[in-house]
């Protein structure tokens, strides 16, 4: 499995950004898909994930539900995060991420939130 990030941005708050992840293989509508990101000298910090059963169900920690939104098109093998009302602790290096037999992440795109 293949994930390409792309969307990242710099972006004043209180603005808005939406990332893409393009991801390969066959099987992605069974995948979960999820958004992390990292700023340098932290922990990866989970942000968004979707589920295939369940409905399809959402999660999101404190730190942005409300404000970011995950979505998946499966026809077209993208997941996707809306990111409403950012702020400058927002600014980070969001990765994509699923896991199948392993775990598989994109090489980042950076978001810069200025104040």
Known sequence: VQLVESGGGLVPAGGSL??????????????????????????????????TWRGGSTYY??????????????AKNTVSLQMNSLKPEDTAVY???????RPYWGLGTLVTVSS
Not at 34 to 51: L, S
Not at 62 to 71: A, M
Not at 95 to 101: G, Q
């Open 61 to 74: 920690p404190d730190s942005v539900k409300g404000r970011f939104t995950i979505s998946r098109d499966n």
């Open 95 to 101: 990765y994509c991420f699923t896991v199948t037999t």
């Open 18 to 51: 939406r990332l893409s992840c393009a991801a390969s293989g066959r099987s992605f509508s069974s995948y979960t898909m999820a958004w992390f990101r990292q700023v340098p000298g932290k922990e990866r910090e989970f942000v968004a994930h979707t589920r």
